[in-house]
């Protein structure tokens, strides 16, 4: 099937079989490799990506359902020569340490802070449950969206 979709601000066309799902996509045809493949079940958050600037499971989309639509990778932050607010307080606070989980975590916090820039604790909790880390465990991470929403007020 043909599909127009527009990747980090650059429209793009493909020809795909229907069950190509969006992060094999990227990954493999792109070479878009920030959003990870962890769990591949939708339990993880690993592959968590914006499309049309709400977060999805690249592991549990589609390609084809992208059609004429926006997707927002963690490539897509910072401009090259910086970083986004966002990644800049995830270094500061700790919140990365092997990294496999961040691109997720930093896709979430962005969507999350467009919807609500001062989110509480309990806020930040909620919305990022479906993200799981093995490594840094949650306090820093939440200190990293506390200071990221500072940075963006
Ligand atoms: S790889 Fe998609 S949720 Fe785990
Ligand atoms: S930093 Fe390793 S899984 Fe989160």
Known sequence: MKIDVTINGRERSFDVPPNTLLLNLLRERLDLTGSKY?????ECGACTLLLDGEPVLGCMTLAVDCD????ETIEGLGDGDGLH??????????AVQCGFCTPGFIMT????????????EAEIREYLKGNVCRCTGYVNIVAAVQSAAGKMR
């Not at 962890?38 to 939708?42: D, S, T, V």
């Not at 607010?85 to 700790?94: F, N, S, V």
């Not at 916090?109 to 509480?120: G, I, Q, R, V």
């Open 38 to 42: 962890g769990c591949g079940i939708g």
């Open 68 to 71: 004429g639509r926006t997707v």
């Open 85 to 94: 607010p966002i990644q800049e307080a995830y270094l500061e606070e700790g």
């Open 109 to 120: 916090t962005k969507a999350l802070l467009e919807e609500e820039p001062n989110p509480s």
